[in-house]
């Protein structure tokens, strides 16, 4: 159990509202239900994943302080966040495991406002506009990589 790898999920403000925002865009699924998957995935990974949502740019970094050292992998969703936090990526910079970035609409091809990422820089990779596939996309790219580096 002590050896056992897991992944943090961090989603952001308003997600979780999934299911009945803006369903157009983002889907009918809740945020529940991507928890669940993402979980399920993890176990068959034998993958410990842990999720969290806020609304709070301050206790995303909170959390991101206290939980990311101590996992193997990040997967972050920071929604609005994305476009304006410097704090959300310095404190992405303090911590070094894989950082996969995930959006659920195509960030680029919405409002102008949306095309910056503060931290798309700082993180191993972005994926946006493939829907809830894309969380469990970043979760199979982590268990590989996790994998490989056992
Ligand atoms: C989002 C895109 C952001 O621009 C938006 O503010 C969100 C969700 C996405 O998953 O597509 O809340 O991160």
Redesign the pocket.
């Known amino acids: 159990m002590t050896n056992m790898k897991s992944i943090l999920v961090i989603h952001?403000p308003?997600?979780n509202k999934l299911g009945t925002r803006e369903p157009e865009i983002y889907g009918k699924e809740t945020l529940v239900d991507i928890n669940e998957k993402l979980i399920t995935l993890g176990k068959k990974n034998n993958i410990d994943v842990q999720c969290f949502q806020s609304n709070h740019e301050g206790e995303i970094i909170d959390k991101i302080q206290a939980m990311g050292q101590k996992n193997s992998g990040v997967i972050i969703?920071p929604?609005?966040f994305?476009?304006t936090s410097i704090a959300i990526r310095d404190a992405l910079l303090m911590i070094d495991i894989p950082i996969i970035e995930v959006?659920?609409?195509n960030?680029y091809k919405r409002e102008p406002f949306?095309h910056t990422s503060m931290i798309s820089g700082v993180v191993l990779g972005q994926i946006t506009g493939l829907g809830i596939q894309g969380y469990m996309m970043a979760m199979e790219a982590l268990i590989g990589i996790l994998t490989e580096n056992k």
């Open positions: 952001g308003n997600l969703n929604a609005a994305t476009h959006h659920i609409s960030i949306r």
